[in-house]
């Protein structure tokens, strides 16, 4: 069985990389204002961002704790919606907070007359959303790859 910190830290990068990519790609093109210069900074303060509170926020034993709290039995599809849940509204609003405050501060100081707070709820709502759907996908087949992976590398 592969060391689970090697699993967890490999958790941590290609989650934080998918959801940084799709976050930021879809943030863009929803402003209207798509930059290639924008992305890739969004991108990156967003992998920085989910990567620190993944690595200091123990994700899967929360998801699991609660699991367990709720009297839901693990390994249903029940027990994986919840441990999404906590995953997803532990690092997205994070992410997406920082996008956003980039991108109005980048409006406002190009001269626009923009609400923070709008802007924000409205792509907290949409990341959310993809971020969950992200996450419950790939979280199963991230884990079966990097299992594999190590196994195969030991």
Do not use: W
Request: charged share 10%; with cysteine.
């Amino acid at each position: 069985m592969p060391n689970v910190k090697k699993v967890s830290r490999g958790m941590n990068i290609l989650m934080g990389l998918t959801m940084s990519f799709f976050l930021s790609l879809i943030g863009n093109l929803s402003s209207g204002h798509f930059s290639f210069v924008g992305f890739i900074t969004s991108f990156v303060i967003s992998f920085l961002i989910s990567f620190f509170i993944s690595s200091f926020l123990p994700i899967h034993k929360l998801g699991k704790d609660l699991v367990k709290k709720l009297n839901i039995e693990e390994g249903t599809t029940k027990a994986r919606l919840v441990e999404t849940l906590v995953s997803d509204l532990s690092i997205t609003p994070f992410m997406t907070f920082a996008m956003i405050y980039m991108a109005y501060s980048r409006a406002i100081s190009q001269g626009a007359q923009i609400s923070f707070l709008p802007m924000f709820i409205r792509s907290l709502i949409i990341s959310l959303c993809v971020g969950f759907i992200l996450i419950y996908f790939l979280t199963p087949l991230y884990i079966r790859l990097l299992i594999n992976f190590h196994k195969n590398n030991h």
